[in-house]
């Protein structure tokens, strides 16, 4: 049976970052090395990661403020994690978007559950040695029973240079670009992986464009505190959710800058 708009292909195999349609970039992030070494930051004995670097230009990089580039360019030793403690300030969810997030537990639970604000919640990321990426889990308090766990895992690959994936084969695409000295995750395009295919998402079978944003929280914040937001907008109904949490480092690190 053919679906209209639905394309079945083979899963793409892992590129370098920063690689589009099996072709090198040209000019837009200047030469990105293939498989980008792992480098010790001077002084702090931390191992650079130059991976998420790799996908966006040098300017822009350098655009973000020291903390962002610290989080994003510290690559963890196997076994080890980062721990972000924080609360969530924001919600809006629409009557869609409530139930968009409830279907989504099929998949497991990716988009939050709850509309309440005030809520504790907890990010911690660790290395993938399977996926080549990283593992990101965020737990969030509920007004009653259990926590909502979350997980996902980014990995280096893909037409984009990165995917998300968040549980039974399905994930997207995404785009990563600079915006106000903020660093911005965009959908690119869904997918579902079975069966050793892929199965990209025609738009009207996706909830719409996602988008997720690393900024500084802000002067009156603890240094090196940062906004997360997660944002879904559909073409047609508008915006499906909204959340906004401010993080902190559970140990918090020298705030000199990073490169």
């Known amino acids: 049976m053919t679906i209209p708009g639905v394309v079945l292909r083979k899963p793409e195999r892992s590129r370098n970052p920063g690689d589009r349609d099996g072709k090198r970039p040209s000019s837009r992030c200047g030469a990105v090395p293939r498989n980008p070494p792992a ?5 702090s004995g931390d191992i650079l990661d130059l991976r998420f670097r790799a996908l966006i230009p040098d300017r822009d990089w350098a655009s973000l403020s020291p903390a962002v580039r ?3 360019g510290k690559r963890l030793p196997q076994g080890a994690s980062a721990v972000y403690v924080g609360h969530i300030v924001g919600m809006q969810v629409s009557r869609l978007g409530w139930l968009v997030a409830q279907a989504t537990r099929l998949v497991g639970s990716p988009l ?8 504790a ?7 993938d040695p399977d996926g080549g990426g990283q593992i990101w889990t965020r737990l969030y308090a509920r007004a009653s029973g259990f926590p909502q766990v ?3 895992a980014k990995r280096f690959a893909g037409p984009t240079g990165l995917e998300e994936h968040v549980g039974a084969g399905v994930g997207m695409t995404l785009t990563v670009t600079v915006a106000d000295g903020a660093l911005v995750f965009r959908s690119h395009r869904y997918f579902v992986d079975c069966l050793r295919r892929r199965l990209h998402l025609p738009d009207w079978l996706t909830p719409g464009a996602f988008t997720v944003t ?5 002067a009156d914040a603890t240094a090196g505190a940062f906004r997360f937001i997660l944002d879904i907008e559909h073409p047609w109904f508008g915006r499906l959710i909204r959340q906004e949490a401010i993080f902190q480092d559970a140990e918090p690190a020298a705030q000199d800058g990073a490169t």
């Open 39 to 43: 480098q010790s930051l001077d002084g």
């Open 70 to 72: 610290r989080r994003f």
């Open 112 to 119: 939050p559950l709850e509309r309440g604000t005030g809520r």
């Open 121 to 127: 919640g907890v990010v911690t990321v660790t290395e």
């Open 150 to 152: 979350i997980h996902s």
């Open 214 to 218: 690393h900024a500084d929280a802000g």
